[in-house]
């Protein structure tokens, strides 16, 4: 399955992801590009969706993990949304749902 990344600048100046597909070695590096690409500096807030996400491995944890390094740095927040349950339990396994904000279903 492949991979798509669509990064929008909200109204109130914060950056929501919306990111749909598998993230594997074979995907990460595409996922790492365009969040790369994102001006941390610029926004206080980054809010990644992955409600759309079937599988994530550890290529896909580690792109995220360097993401939220960068928002952080630069004086930032970042949240992870829609997580399936499977995806919320890989974060809870890791010790990132501790680190990272993860919100909850209501």
Sequence with gaps: ????????TQQDNSILGVISGEIDAHTAPKLREQLLAIDTKSTNKAVLDLAG???MDSTGIGVIVAFYKSVIAD??????????????R???ITGLSGII??????
């Design 90 to 92: 890989l974060f809870d």
């Design 101 to 106: 904000h993860v919100e909850e279903e209501a």
């Design 75 to 88: 004086g930032g927040e970042l949240t992870l949304i829609g997580l399936s349950p499977r995806l919320k």
């Design 53 to 55: 996400v079937g599988y």
């Design 1 to 8: 399955m492949d991979l798509t990344v669509n990064i929008k």
